[in-house]
């Protein structure tokens, strides 16, 4: 069975730092990768996939993730972090593109924004 | 642009009481997905539809049941409601096929209390 692991559950940045995220995956074949976004109380807003291609996929926001099949990994990151940007970021797997097909969620990374 | 539409978007109920919650597809999405994320917990899935019949189920309770309408609009039917259904339900919703498909788009939720 597929999963996904996000070895951190909270992340404290200053703002205007950097922030990398970390996200592992488990799964037989090349899954096709999410990263959202929820801020408190709020759905979940797509910032970014990697179906195939480029392995450095940019997403909303600023953000940018990196595909690395060697790894198993796709971890996000910004370059410069803003206070707006707090919130629970998920990683999630989706096992190929046909219609009706389930996401597997990491945990969840929650981010802390220090002015 | 418009998203996908749930309502409604807060709900108390009684223990052994039923609820309905309704999910409407962003316009032109054939496939709609149901989530469960309880209190400090990532979105677990429970059940999918593509083209009106049933994709995918998830861990969804023999007292839980869904269906996808004609017009694409989704129901999710709760009955003898527990005090642990207390969570937040998503509905996304996916184009069924080409190069979006695969990609879920969430709604705001439904924030369901059992007291």
């Known amino acids: 069975a597929q999963s996904v692991t996000q070895p951190d559950i909270h992340i404290t940045v200053s703002e205007g730092a950097s922030l990398e995220l970390r996200c592992n995956y488990s799964?037989?074949?090349?899954?096709?990768l999410f990263w959202y976004v929820q801020s408190p109380g709020q759905g979940l807003q797509l910032l970014l996939k990697?179906?195939?291609?480029?392995?450095l996929v940019q997403g909303i926001k600023g953000f940018e993730a990196e595909f690395k099949r060697s790894q198993s990994s796709f971890n996000l990151r910004k370059p410069s972090v803003h206070w707006s940007d707090a919130a629970e970021y998920f990683c999630a797997v989706v096992q190929g593109k046909a219609a009706g097909n389930k996401l597997t969620f990491g945990g969840g990374t929650r981010v802390l924004v220090k002015p | 642009a418009a998203g996908v539409i749930q309502s409604p978007r807060h709900l108390i109920k009684e223990k052994r009481e039923t609820a309905t919650l309704k999910c409407y597809p962003i316009?032109?999405?054939?496939?709609v997905y149901w989530y469960q994320q309880g209190p400090g917990q990532d979105p677990q899935f429970l059940i999918s539809f593509y083209e009106k019949m049933q994709s995918d189920k998830g861990s969804i309770p023999d007292r839980f049941s869904a269906q996808q309408f004609s017009d694409y609009h989704s129901e999710l039917n709760m009955s003898s409601l527990e005090l642990g259904d207390s969570a937040l339900y998503f509905c996304?919703?996916?184009?069924?096929?080409?190069?979006?498909?695969?990609?879920?788009?969430f709604g705001p939720g439904t924030r369901l209390l059992v007291l």
């Open positions: 996304a919703s996916s184009p069924g096929s080409g190069t979006g498909g695969g990609t879920q788009y």
């Open positions: 799964y037989g074949a090349t899954p096709y």
């Open positions: 990697y179906f195939s291609g480029d392995t």
């Open positions: 316009p032109r999405h054939d496939t």
